[in-house]
């Protein structure tokens, strides 16, 4: 059954190759360029390129300063008993030397908190192992090309989205020439039964059934146009453009062109590449839930002054460097937890791509069959339209020779409208649909 439908799928006519080229590929680039939201797309972009850089900065030293001043009174204190080991020697020395040159001295109680003292410091940190900051950079390259997906996504939708409006605008302008046409039409009956009506041929009914048909028309014609001016506005919303700018009509677009389009392209769909991304991010994560089983270890410098009462001399400056262990042995199990919220993750996004390539599949299957039966009412409309023209041509010199009715005229001038009308929607909608397999075969080159 597969190789059936690659096989059909191969014989498909689908219109990409007018897509690449011309007016209309002019229209998407510009809608690249200008379309505010591939601008915010393309800023979430710039910020995951920081956010990469960011992470890539943890490997370097960190260097900071700090400074700190102290002022402390109470608290703990450590007792040294001066006067009970110095007193009795120095009373010795005052009697030996007849003097009073060594003063007693009292038991001190020396504050632990240092009062009036200050500490100026640059600090600096090294990490020598730390599996973290390694995956972190890891997740963070990855969020970069999920990002890039995000961008060519939001582009290939949008290039779908001006494609079927530029046709959809050139479907209401087409149907109006076609009632601009079909009006000289009705005018042209409309004099020729005044003509009659002034050679008692016809009678008044004929006449105002004539004019009816001209009104008719012109209201037919203001819907078209009223439906041409607001596609025309939607398209230059996507272009971001004023809504009532010009847009040229490519005359390219005839026929479809045969080309192929295969399922194996639904493989390139940006959809299946960001659950890949993602894939790869929540493994990234899983490793991450697992590195506490690693110790972490810094080393750190520090320069700095210290001193009391704001006092800087040769005892001031100092240096102190270090080496910090940091190892979790016990966190009552959370990293074991996130690990298995990490691997149920894992079995969601799985689930997930295949649900989600089974839907682009179906989608890619919808697609040709859609623009199969667009073709096909578009053929039979071309069929329709020749034979309506020469039913209407055949009926309008009977009625000139009196020889058939005015409502078989207007029968038959109604289906060579009809038949118009119908040829080239069809078309359109041919184009359409051919849109439709360019982006379920993601087609289009998207250059970043």
Not at 174 to 184: D, Q, T
Not at 237 to 260: H, M
Not at 360 to 373: G, K, V
Request: net charge positive; with cysteine; aromatic share 12%.
């Amino acid at each position: 059954m597969k190789l059936k439908m690659i096989s059909l799928s191969l014989c498909i006519l689908i219109v990409l190759k007018p897509f690449a080229q011309g007016i209309l590929e002019q229209y998407v680039q510009v809608a690249f360029t200008s379309n505010e939201g591939v601008k915010q797309q393309q800023f979430a972009f710039e910020k995951s390129i920081y956010s990469l850089k960011e992470a890539k900065a943890l490997f370097l030293p960190n260097v900071g300063f700090r400074t700190d001043y102290f002022l402390a009174a109470g608290g703990r204190t450590v007792d040294f008993p001066a006067g009970d080991l110095l007193n009795p020697v120095y009373r010795t020395l005052n009697q030996l030397t007849g003097s009073n040159n060594f003063p007693q001295l009292q038991n001190q109680s020396i504050l632990l908190n240092p009062n009036n003292f200050y500490d100026a410091k640059f600090r600096t940190t090294y990490p020598i192992l730390n599996l973290e900051i390694g995956i972190n950079k890891k997740i963070k390259q990855e969020q970069v090309q999920l990002q890039q997906a995000e961008i060519n996504l939001y582009k290939r939708e949008l290039a779908k989205e001006v494609k079927e409006a530029y046709f959809k605008y050139l479907q209401a302008a087409a149907a109006i020439k076609i009632y601009e046409s079909a009006a000289l039409l009705v005018k042209e009956n409309q004099r020729i039964n005044q003509s009659l009506y002034n050679n008692d041929k016809v009678n008044e009914a004929v006449l105002i059934r004539a004019k009816n048909e001209v009104i008719k028309l012109e209201a037919l014609q203001e819907i078209a146009t009223q439906t041409a001016t607001s596609a025309k506005a939607f398209f230059n919303f996507l272009l971001n453009r004023p809504g009532a700018d010009s847009i040229v009509i490519d005359t390219a677009y005839q026929l479809p062109l045969p080309i192929v389009g295969t399922e194996a392209s639904i493989a390139n769909r940006e959809e299946l590449l960001k659950l890949g991304i993602a894939t790869h991010i929540n493994k990234h994560l899983e490793g991450l839930s697992k590195t506490y089983l690693w110790p972490k270890l810094y080393t750190f410098l520090d320069l700095g002054l210290q001193g009391f009462n704001g006092k800087i001399n040769n005892q001031a400056p100092y240096y102190f460097l270090g080496v910090t262990l940091q190892w979790d042995v016990f966190s009552g199990g959370k990293n074991i937890y996130k690990t298995h919220q990490a691997q149920l993750d894992n079995k969601i996004i799985k689930s997930q791509t295949s649900y989600v390539y089974t839907q682009l599949q179906l989608q890619y299957t919808t697609a040709i069959n859609s623009f199969q039966s667009s073709l096909a009412a578009y053929r039979s409309a071309i069929s329709t339209r020749q034979s309506s023209e020469r039913y209407y041509t055949d009926m309008l010199r009977l009625y000139k020779e009196g020889q058939a009715l005015f409502i078989e005229l207007l029968d038959a001038q109604n289906q060579f409208i009809q038949a118009k009308l119908q040829s080239s929607i069809t078309l359109y909608d041919t184009y359409i649909k051919a849109v439709e397999i360019e982006r379920a075969t993601a087609s289009l080159t998207i250059n970043n």
